[in-house]
């Protein structure tokens, strides 16, 4: 008779056990949102696995550089008009100086004229080389820039067709070495200085001639791009 009544009081008390269970799981159930509760054995289920390196993001430089420039220097980057609708871009320390978003780039001959002290924009114009007469117009801002400027160069679509010889003669005498063969669309960016000599190892200069066999749009060629850093300490 004993070892019926323990029989029966443990099958009660595994009843009560397995009710009790319940009911808290229920509870906790209520209490704990279903994708907290996801999460949390997620995580339960990951501590085992090996952690995932990822490499940070790489960081933003000045004019979108790949890499940043020394300190005390200047970054600059140079980029010419794409096709029709791509308009040229000049940027210096991280400034858009011409751009379409500052509504200043248009198409013929854009220049920013930069003061190389301060590394401030003190003028940005475009010059259309297709229709009117501009070339006297820029070769009188080209003059006019101070000493101690540093001017930034680049086309959007044509620059060339009413460029006269005295505005191809102030810029060679910049130092620019293709401004005499430009042509009709030719894609191209310079930079000079104006009272004192940029390094020799500098990209200042590159052309692009339009050509129908190898263009990246119809009838105008690919971009071209300069891009560099300026040391402050060249005067």
């Not at 990951?46 to 970054?75: F, T």
């Not at 540093?150 to 005295?166: I, Q």
């Not at 930079?191 to 200069?205: H, M, R, S, T, V």
């Amino acid at each position: 008779m004993r070892l019926g009544c323990n029989h029966f009081l443990r099958l009660a008390g595994f009843i009560f056990a397995s009710i009790c269970a319940w009911y808290l799981g229920s509870i906790f159930a209520y209490i704990i949102p279903e994708d907290s509760l996801a999460a949390t054995i997620d995580k339960i289920q990951k501590v085992g696995e090996k952690p995932i390196l990822r490499a940070p993001p790489p960081k933003r430089q000045k004019c979108d550089h790949w890499s940043p420039c020394p300190p005390g220097s200047y970054a600059y980057r140079l980029l010419s008009g794409g096709g029709k609708e791509k308009m040229a871009k000049i940027c210096f320390e991280d400034e858009q100086l011409i751009s379409e978003e500052k509504k200043n780039a248009g198409r013929g001959i854009n220049i920013a004229i930069v003061d190389y002290g301060t590394g401030k924009c003190t003028d940005a114009k475009y010059f259309d080389m297709w229709e009117g007469e501009f070339s006297e117009s820029m070769t009188d801002f080209i003059k006019k820039a101070p000493q101690g400027s540093l001017l930034l160069m680049v086309t959007h679509d044509d620059g060339s067709t009413k460029l006269k010889e005295n505005a191809k003669k102030a810029i060679a005498d910049l130092g620019s070495k293709y401004i005499q063969g430009i042509r009709f669309r030719s894609s191209w960016a310079f930079i000079a200085a104006k009272g004192f000599k940029l390094p020799d190892n500098l990209e200042k200069e590159k052309i692009n001639h339009s050509d129908n066999k190898i263009n990246r749009y119809s009838g105008w060629p690919a971009e071209i791009q300069i891009e560099g850093c300026i040391p402050r300490n060249l005067r």
